[in-house]
């Protein structure tokens, strides 16, 4: 009787023998948990000895229990989430109603093999948008399998699985972000034609980098006039007000001229928010939904060619680093997590820009010739004072000279 280690999964498992009858019963990755169960068993056994009755509990152990299913699994994992926000546990519950139960939802753990979620993946390649003939993004395939990856991988460390088979399933590769921002005489145009009660929203989202969902966070509360400063805390989706995409993401922006003249023209109208909100509908409630019609609208209108809304961070962030403006300052502004993902989205911007930095630089230190000659130095030709020019010596003191005379 003891405990072992499974090498391949790092399971602690019982090993038991009671009257001849072997036994092998898994615990889990704790190994405090297998050796306090084993005691229990030993300290089981023992009161049944000293009683002298037949100890139950290996009837008990090797009886068959109901297996775990994904569905059952899924409950556990959401359940264990309460703090995280409550967008994301929105979106995880649309994922498995929508998808994921449909699929595995009476399925046992043990019985979702590789191939199995392999063929899962590949029928969401095939899969269109609910409402059109679009094919689902790679993106959106990978957001939807997230979740599954996810509670495999708790019933693996819970011991409820001996391997966890989504680490044998690769991530679709996604396409890069699609980086489309507009000029500033595109800009302006597009903010002309906007409808006149969110023109101050689409302007402040121009010209502070923000995301839309932090914009539909703000209260009048976050704006700093003194210091010319805008306080990004949180976000809001689907009508659920939360912590930001990231722990970067809550950050202090400044207060450009152009959204700072926006914020006023806005501060003052007669709508009003009962909750301190920004930007709200023409009712004063909340924006719980994208924008995105009413942007699409004004770039017909103004005879542009069709971009999504978030494409304005991304004409904010483009314009910042042709104007040459440090990349960590930026990516701070953005709430970028690092500078590398700042690189990474808008690397082409960054390489057009260097090239301007690099001419600007080869301009500037055009003046200066390019072969510097030494001067030659003309010493005197004086014994003990030196050689021809062109050259140095050092004089040699008289005791020296002397020294040198001397033969052994």
């Known amino acids: 009787m003891g405990i072992f280690q499974d090498k391949e999964t790092g399971h602690w498992a019982i090993r038991l023998k009671y009257y001849g009858r072997d036994m092998k019963k898994v615990i889990g990755p704790d190994r405090r948990k297998a050796e306090l169960a084993l005691a229990e068993i030993r300290q ?13 509990g290996f009837e008990k152990l090797q009886r068959v229990q109901k297996p775990k299913t994904f569905a059952e699994a899924a409950r556990d994992f959401l359940a264990e989430r309460v703090g995280y926000k409550s967008s994301t546990i929105a979106s995880w519950n649309s994922i498995f109603r929508s998808y994921l139960l449909a699929e595995f939802g009476r399925t046992p753990l043990s019985v979702i093999t590789e191939s199995h979620l392999r063929k899962f993946q590949a029928r969401l390649q095939m899969t269109t948008v609910r409402g059109s003939n679009k094919p689902l993004t790679e993106s959106r395939i990978n957001t939807i399998m997230q979740p599954l990856r996810s509670v495999l991988a708790q019933a693996y460390r819970n011991g409820e699985l001996p391997r966890d088979p989504s680490l044998a399933v690769k991530r679709l590769e996604e396409p890069r972000a699609g980086i489309d921002p507009l000029s500033e005489e595109e800009l302006q145009l597009a903010l002309s034609y906007i409808d006149s ?5 689409f302007t402040v989202l121009a010209y502070s980098g923000a995301r839309p969902n932090e914009l539909l966070a703000l209260r009048w509360s976050d704006i700093d006039w003194n210091s010319k400063s805008i306080s990004i805390t949180k976000g809001r989706v689907r009508g659920h007000e939360g912590r930001p995409k990231t722990r970067s993401s809550e950050r202090t922006i400044p207060l450009l001229p152009p959204a700072e003249q926006a914020l006023n023209e806005l501060k003052g109208r007669g709508v009003r928010s009962l909750d301190g909100y920004v930007f709200t509908k023409p009712n004063g409630n909340p924006i719980d939904k994208h924008l995105d019609r009413i942007w699409e609208r004004a770039l017909r209108k103004a005879g542009l060619r069709h971009r999504p809304s978030y494409q304005l961070r991304h004409t904010f962030a483009t314009q910042c680093i042709v104007k040459s403006f440090p990349l960590p300052f930026i990516a701070k502004v953005l709430g970028h997590s690092t500078i590398d993902t700042l690189i990474r989205h808008y690397a082409g911007w960054i390489d057009s820009a260097t090239k301007e930095q690099e001419k600007r630089l080869m301009e500037s230190f055009a ?15 004086k014994k003990g004072e030196g050689k021809v020019e062109g050259r140095r010596k050092t004089k040699v003191s008289p005791v020296r000279k002397s020294l040198t005379r001397l033969e052994f």
């Open 367 to 381: 003046e200066i010739p390019a072969k510097m000659t030494t001067p030659k130095i003309a010493l005197s030709n």
């Open 197 to 201: 009660h969110y023109q101050p929203l």
């Open 44 to 56: 089981e056994i023992k009161l049944a000895k000293l009683a002298g009755q037949h100890w139950q």
